[in-house]
């Protein structure tokens, strides 16, 4: 047996490998690439069969145009196969089955091409060579693994070069029995080189799955801390709930006996709450709500917790804040309230009690006097409104 058709059954043999690789890793992954590849190895092997049939076919020129079918396809479904694995939604619908019609052009005019006794075809060799080179240049500008991507560059690019090397060849030597016998050997580079795509794909498939792995965990954990947020926020406000007040406060106190450090709370309270529902509606009320909490919040440190303590109240905890400090932003913020849109004739007001936490009381001791100050608060805005009311409903003298 000639060394040029012992290197193309070695071929063979390392291309159905190739080809079993690409039906296991699809039972695995399931994606559209593999499917084009293992067509695009499957006609391959088609091809190496009709390459070994021709020197003993009656009729050379029939053959040599399936062989170049075979072949063209072979690359075509290479190709596809890396424009899905790149995106997996691309090309889909009937216009992607147009590359039939140049296949069958390029294979009728390359078998023309082709040498009547051999059919050897220099050109084919030419088209394989630009496709294989395509393939090295979309595997290097490909996103995911740099090892898995040279590998693939690489090899891809060594067999263009050598198909046209080879291609080359056969314009002089036309006969491959004649070639030099390192070019009768080109079996076993190829063989080599569809061993290293393989590896490639491997590589590059788990990293790929590693890095879609690591994604999933990401959103997993993401999810996880939306549900803990959720856990721990009142949905209309936003703010921190009673729930989440109980782990902090914990630790809050903890740091003021352990360190002696001052704790200060603040109680806040929206006059009018209930005339505001009753006369403009929930909606505006929980417009009102929501426009409350916002100000709190920009109104304190950001290691300060604002929480909403239930209906129209709220509680704001001032790590390392003293008396002085706690009612001076006590003061603040029940005299800059701006004005609520939405609550025209109505103007709701804010009461704000303040106490400091000492380090041998109980905490709901320390609430109990904010809620006193804040109820005081309240009552003298109140006589205050009802003044301004009087004043206003008396008739001039």
Not at 388 to 397: F, G, K, N, Q, V
Request: hydrophobic share 50%.
């Amino acid at each position: 047996m000639p060394v040029y058709q012992f290197s193309l059954l070695i071929q063979a043999a390392g291309t159905f490998l190739l080809f079993l690789l690409f039906l296991l890793l699809y039972k695995k992954a399931r994606r559209r690439a593999f499917l084009d590849w293992i067509a695009s190895w499957a006609f391959l092997l088609i091809g190496l069969a009709l390459t070994y049939a021709i020197p003993r076919a009656a009729e050379v020129r029939s053959f040599v145009f399936l062989l170049h079918i075979a072949l063209l396809a072979h690359v075509a479904f290479l190709l596809l196969g890396v424009r899905h694995f790149r995106d997996e939604r691309a090309g889909r619908g009937p216009m992607e089955l147009l590359w039939v019609v140049p296949v069958i052009a390029i294979a009728w005019w390359t078998a023309l091409e082709s040498d009547k006794v051999t059919g050897q075809s220099p050109p084919m060799m030419l088209v394989l060579a630009a496709a294989y080179v395509t393939a090295a240049v979309s595997f290097a500008i490909m996103p995911g693994s740099a090892a898995g991507r040279g590998l693939l560059s690489i090899s891809f690019l060594v067999w263009g070069v050598e198909h046209a090397i080879t291609g080359a060849a056969y314009l002089r030597f036309r006969d491959p029995a004649t070639m030099p016998e390192s070019l009768q050997y080109v079996g076993f580079a190829s063989m080599l080189l569809e061993m290293m795509i393989a590896v490639g794909i491997i590589i590059l498939l788990f990293e790929t799955s590693q890095s879609q792995l690591s994604q999933e965990m990401q959103r997993l954990v993401e999810s996880d801390q939306q549900l803990r947020e959720m856990g721990i926020r009142d949905p209309l406000t936003g703010l921190y709930n009673r729930h989440h007040f109980n782990d902090v406060i914990r630790r809050e106190t903890a740091n003021v006996r352990r360190y002696g450090i001052s704790l200060s709370v603040l109680l806040a309270d929206i006059d009018r709450f209930k005339e505001i529902n009753d006369v403009k509606g929930h909606a505006v009320g929980d417009d009102v709500l929501k426009f409350v909490a916002a100000y709190l919040t920009s109104c304190v440190r950001e290691s300060d917790f604002v929480f909403r303590w239930g209906g129209d109240e709220f509680l704001v905890l001032l790590p390392r804040t003293d008396e002085g400090s706690a009612a001076q932003k006590a003061e603040e913020l029940a005299q800059r309230l701006p004005h609520i849109p939405g609550t025209e004739g109505v103007l709701p007001a804010l009461s704000v009690g303040w106490a400091t936490h000492r380090m041998d009381a109980e905490f709901p001791m320390t609430l109990a006097q904010a809620d006193a100050r804040m109820y005081e608060m309240k009552l003298r805005g109140k006589k205050e409104r009802e003044e301004r009311e009087r004043h206003l409903l008396r008739p001039p003298s």
